[in-house]
Nanobody, 120 residues
Framework: QVQLVESGGGLVQAGGSLRLSCATS????????MGWFRQAPGKEREFVAA???????TYSDSNKGRFTISRDNAKNTVYLQMNSLKPEDTAVYYC??????????????WGQGTQVTVSS
């Protein structure tokens, strides 16, 4: 069983930055592809970014250039650095772990989410 715990969410003004963290436990972290997703009120969950065990990354078009995903396999942690935040980035952000090659990852494990609110 893999457990994921997100942290780092909060309230930030537009144009500001946040760094989300997702700490994992359980099976070998480096064997998993890790992803970040988000869900805004009244909207479906959407993909944000993903990173392979070998640190190859991919992003949604709306976030490319503003967000950076990274991982520290020694700390069993994946990060999402978010810069130039916009009010439309407001959502609950979820971390997920899965298997497969990017972008076709089957995410089997999910965290509980962390709220990000961007004020205008």
């Amino acid at each position: 069983q893999v457990q994921l715990v997100e942290s780092g969410g909060g309230l930030v003004q537009a144009g500001g930055s946040l760094r989300l963290s997702c700490a994992t436990s359980g099976r070998t972290f480096s064997s998993f592809a890790m992803g970040w997703f988000r869900q805004a009120p009244g909207k479906e969950r959407e993909f944000v970014a993903a990173i392979s065990g070998g640190s190859i990354s991919t992003y949604s078009d709306s976030n490319k250039g503003r967000f950076t995903i990274s991982r520290d396999n020694a700390k069993n942690t994946v990060y999402l650095q978010m810069n130039s935040l916009k009010p439309e980035d407001t959502a609950v952000y979820y971390c997920a772990a899965g298997v497969g090659l990017l972008p076709n990852v089957r995410y089997d494990y999910w965290g509980q989410g962390t709220q990000v609110t961007v004020s205008s």
